[in-house]
Structure formats: C-alpha cells, structure tokens
C-alpha cells in the first residue's frame, strides 16, 4: 500500500451563510458544495461564489453532466441545475447514514458513513447494485480514470484513500494535516481533489497522485 502526506494546493472559504462543508461535487465549472439548507456553487479560479440553490442538503453531492444530485436526510434529490428544480427523489440506501456520493458508470455511488460501506445504485429506483466494504467511516466518495476514491474522517484523523473497487482492499492512502478532515470529495477529472472541510466551512484541493 503506497502511503503519504496529503499536499493541500489550495483553500477555499469559508462563505457566507455556510457554516458547514456536507458534500462537494464539480461540474467542468464551478464547485458545488452542500450545506445544510442550500447547494452552493463557486468558481475555483477565483474562489467567488456565483449562486446558491435553496434545498435540503444534508451530505453528499454529485453531478452526471446534466443533473445534480443530492442527499437530504434518507433520500437522494434529482435537481435541474438550470431552474434549480427537484425532478424526482430515490431512497437512499443508509436510511439517512449517507454520506458521500459519486456519479461513474451511469450509476450513483453512496458513501455509508458509520455503515463503512460504500453502495452502487441505481439512480432510477435506488436499487442497491452491489456494496464494497470499508474498514473506515466513509465521509465522500469520487471516481477518477477507473480509481475509486474515499474520504474518511474519525476523531482528529482524516484521510483520502484509493480502495480497490472489486474487494475494498485499501491501495493507497493521503494522510490530511491536523485539525482539517474530509466531510466531501470530488475529483476534478485531472491531479486535484475538491474536499469538504465539514465545520471550517472551507473547501480544499489536494494533490492527486501520479
């Protein structure tokens, strides 16, 4: 298993009005974040934020090219971006333990926080596909070039992993410093991580590895 120090290229926040960091996903764009009440969005060139939509968001966030999704207690919401708008609502598979989610595959990935699991569903039903275990709280979840990623946070220790998609088996681990814990996580599509700082209501990147 590789292991090593998480390089932190960037901080994001806080902003205004979000006191928490619950769940991040990214859209080519702009950086979407969950805070409780609303789903923000902030350029990561400049750190502005450019808008807000007013929904319940509660833990993780996702985005499949055209919807956004997100956890509100023990559902998942289908949003149109554009109006805002929630199209349709699923059962989340941790009855409201959910914590983290992920769009790979045409499918939707959900993080089990205290579950330690990491679930495959259907994004029309909710049907659970096929769960992975995990050893560790699950705190975000992100998809990378075939890499299943993860975040996880207990106590004052908190890190991102890369966990073999088959049997969970932990490949890889970036250790975060002190006092700054992953409560989200998305990848850029290129050597950055976007990770929620929970209660700092900060956003951080981190360096991918190579």
């Known amino acids: 298993m590789k292991h090593a120090q998480a390089e932190i290229l960037r901080e994001y926040g806080p902003f205004d009005g979000a006191d928490n960091v619950h769940g991040v996903t990214f859209d080519g764009e702009h950086v979407w974040f969950a805070s409780g009440d609303k789903l923000n969005a902030f350029d990561p060139a400049s750190g502005e934020t ?34 805002g708008r929630v199209i349709s609502t699923i059962p989340a598979p941790g ?7 992920a769009w790979a595959e045409g499918t ?11 679930h495959q569903i259907d994004p029309e039903t909710g049907a659970v596909l096929r769960t992975i275990e995990s050893n560790r709280v699950v705190t975000g979840v992100t998809w990378i070039d075939g890499e299943l990623w993860h975040g996880t946070w207990e106590g ?11 049997s969970g088996k932990v490949l890889e681990t970036l250790d975060m410093p002190a006092g700054m814990g992953v409560s989200g996580l998305e990848s850029d599509g290129g050597d950055r991580f976007f990770c929620g700082g929970g209660k700092s209501g900060k956003v951080r990147t981190v360096r991918r590895p190579k």
């Open 50 to 83: 450019v808008r807000s939509i007013d929904v319940a968001a509660h833990a993780g966030t996702a985005f499949d090219g055209r919807h956004l999704f997100q956890i509100a207690e023990d559902r998942i919401q289908k949003i149109d971006p554009k109006t």
């Open 95 to 101: 009855n409201g333990g959910d914590s983290g989610l």
């Open 108 to 118: 939707l990935w959900v993080g089990q926080h205290r579950g330690r699991k990491i």
């Open 156 to 166: 004052d220790e908190s890190e991102v992993r890369r966990v073999d998609p088959e």
